[in-house]
Structures are given as structure tokens and as C-alpha cells.
């Protein structure tokens, strides 16, 4: 199975900051990665696929970089609806595998 | 609208048995890739299965911790994706949600989710 590792695991930060969250494979996915946004008791929302491509309706603020084995989620300016728990998901090989997830905090 | 809703979870035994479905409305359910993900209480998203479209014959390909335990069957009259769940553990216990997978894997459209209690 491809292992899929966030970090942070969680991410204090103030509206408005940058931020970047990291997801590493165990072995290379190409660019078959998807991001999701998850609030509590909530489906996860998806933000962007094929490592780069922005989800039809999410903001322009969020963006993917990435292929092989390391990717990147950033945030370009911290809005108050983005406090939530962040997941990147490989889709080269079943099974699917999702990290473990980043939890966005306010500072 | 694009829309799915899980139904059919609830409280039951180790060892029992409960069949999970998902209703699909405002898209071609035929022409798409479903899956069921499920998540325990306070942790991360861990994928079960799916079920390819029509052209792919609806063939199913399942994680290891649920194959053999675990069916997802599909009803082409309903536009219903459904979840057949045996031999539960108390390790099964989460809410399952069923998604729509848009291109390779991602997945673009999810229900709200149904929870599923395995304790005696």
C-alpha cells in the first residue's frame, strides 16, 4: 500500500497568514493527488485534484504544487472559513490511501 | 442538484450484519466511479471500495481490512449505491459516506454520512 504523510499534523496560524501544508507518498504517484477540507461533523469538501488543478467553485487562494512523491497544499491568505482539518489522497494504486490529516488552528 | 444521501446505519452486535445504501439524484449515476469511505470517531478518512461504472461492468475492488466481509452492489433502477456489511467488528464502528468519484480517483460530490455503532 502507499503510505501518504502529512506534516504538520497541526498548524497554528492567524486570518491572513500563508500557509503550507505537506504531503508525502511512500513511493511515486505521479501527480494522482487530491486535497480535501473537512469541518467537524462534515463530509470532506474537494479542493484540488491532479495535484495542481483548482476545484470548480474553491477559492483562488488555495493551490497545489507537486508530483512524485512530495506535494504541497498552500493557503495564500488565511480566511476565517479555512480554520478546518486538512487531507491530501493518492489515486495512483488501489487502494486508495488518504494521510492522516493536518488540522488547521487559529492562533 | 447533485445530491447522495446515506441512510441505513445504526447500532449492532460484533458479528451481526447491516446493509448501508446510498441514494445518487442529479447526475447519470451509471457513468460513474462510486465509493464508500468511512471515518472512526476523531480519526482520519480510511477508504473501503467502490464500484466502477456501467462500461467497467460495475466490478469492485476493496481494501483489505473489509474484503470478504464486506459487498457494494448497485441498483440501476434506484440510482442507489449500497453497502452490504458482515461479520462487524467493534473496529468497523464510524461514519460511512459514500462519494462520486469525478476523474482517476478524486472524488467531488459526497453524501452527509450515516453512522455505524458496533458494541454489544
Known amino acids: 500500500d502507499i503510505q501518504m504523510t502529512q506534516s504538520p499534523s497541526t498548524l497554528s496560524a492567524s486570518v491572513g497568514d500563508r500557509v503550507t501544508i505537506t504531503c508525502r507518498a511512500s513511493q511515486s504517484i505521479s501527480s494522482w493527488l487530491a486535497w480535501y477540507q473537512q469541518k467537524p461533523g462534515k463530509a470532506p469538501k474537494l479542493l484540488i485534484y491532479k495535484a495542481s488543478t483548482l476545484e470548480s467553485g474553491v477559492p483562488s487562494r488555495f493551490s497545489g504544487s507537486g508530483s512524485g512523491t512530495e506535494f504541497t497544499l498552500t493557503i495564500s491568505s488565511l480566511q476565517p472559513d479555512d480554520f478546518a482539518t486538512y487531507y491530501c489522497q493518492q489515486y495512483n494504486d488501489y487502494p486508495i490511501t488518504f494521510g492522516q490529516g493536518t488540522r488547521l488552528e487559529i492562533k | 442538484e447533485v445530491q447522495l444521501v446515506e441512510s441505513g446505519g445504526g447500532l449492532v452486535q460484533p458479528g451481526g450484519s447491516l446493509r448501508l445504501s446510498c441514494a445518487a439524484s442529479?447526475?447519470?449515476?451509471?457513468?460513474?466511479?462510486m465509493n464508500w469511505v468511512r471515518q472512526a470517531p476523531g480519526k482520519g478518512l480510511e477508504w473501503i471500495g467502490l464500484?466502477?461504472?456501467?462500461?467497467?461492468?460495475?466490478?469492485?475492488q476493496y481494501a483489505a481490512s473489509v474484503r470478504g466481509r464486506f459487498t457494494i452492489s448497485r441498483d440501476e433502477s434506484t440510482n442507489s449505491l449500497y453497502l452490504q456489511m458482515n461479520s462487524l467488528k467493534t473496529e468497523d464502528t464510524a461514519v460511512y459516506f459514500c462519494s462520486r468519484q469525478k476523474g482517476a480517483g478524486d472524488m467531488d460530490v459526497w453524501g452527509q454520512g450515516t453512522p455505524v455503532t458496533v458494541s454489544s
Open positions: 442529479g447526475f447519470t449515476f451509471s457513468d460513474h466511479y
Open positions: 464500484s466502477r461504472n456501467k462500461p467497467n461492468s460495475y466490478t469492485t
